[in-house]
Structures are given as C-alpha cells and as structure tokens.
Nanobody, 128 residues
Framework: QVQLVESGGGSVQSGGSLRLSCAASGYTYSSACMGWFRQAPGKEREGVAAIDSDGTTGYTDSVKGRFTISQDNAKNTLYLQMNSLKPEDTAMYYC??????????????????????WGQGTQVTVSS
C-alpha cells in the first residue's frame, strides 16, 4: 500500500523560507513522477511543481525562481524548497505520485487526474 506523508509546513513571514518533505512508502515505480500541489481556501487545487525520476522538472509560473523541487531516491523522499514566500503562497500543500512520467510534458504534470496517490497535506501560512 502506497503512503505519502508530508511534513515541514508552518507559519512564516513574507520573504521567509520553508522546506516541505514527502516521505513515500510502498511506492516503487521507477519511471514515474512526483509532484506538489496546493489548495487555498475557496480555491481549486493547483499544481506547484513536479519531477520525473530522470530529474526533469516542471513549475507553475508563479513559483519559478522561488521554489525548487527535488527528490532523494535513496530515502524515498520528495522535497519542495520554498524561498521568498509570499502571502499568496498560503495554502495546504499536498504531495502526489503518478505511475508514469509527467513533468516532461508541458501542462500534463499539473493535472490532478494524472496522479494515483495523494498525501494528507501540510499547511503553509505566510503572513505579510
């Protein structure tokens, strides 16, 4: 059974940094994709970033240059380094895993329906 467990969320001031982690267990797809999504109150869940097993990445425009997605295959852990945080980054952040590579296909990695497994989320709050 695949489990994804996020951690690292919290409250920071504008301009601050956080690093989210997603520990994966029972997930052994070698040619696959993992991603980060977020959902603010009253808004739809949106894709933030994704990474394929070969290291190909994709980012939504609003976080380019500020967020970095990475993975440690030895630890089965996905990371999201978030710098220069803004109040509009406030949301619940979710880790997701797909059985096929997605990040290399423009737009596809941000589609919720492409992912097979989801974590429970970790809250990020950025104050001005």
């Amino acid at each position: 059974q695949v489990q994804l467990v996020e951690s690292g969320g919290g409250s920071v001031q504008s301009g601050g940094s956080l690093r989210l982690s997603c520990a994966a267990s029972g997930y052994t797809y070698s040619s696959a994709c993992m991603g980060w999504f977020r959902q603010a109150p009253g808004k739809e869940r949106e894709g933030v970033a994704a990474i394929d097993s070969d290291g190909t990445t994709g980012y939504t425009d609003s976080v380019k240059g500020r967020f970095t997605i990475s993975q440690d295959n030895a630890k089965n852990t996905l990371y999201l380094q978030m710098n220069s945080l803004k109040p509009e980054d406030t949301a619940m952040y979710y880790c997701a895993a797909a059985k096929t590579p997605l990040a290399r296909y423009y737009g596809l990695w941000a589609s919720i329906v492409e992912y097979n497994y989801w974590g429970q989320g970790t809250q990020v709050t950025v104050s001005s």
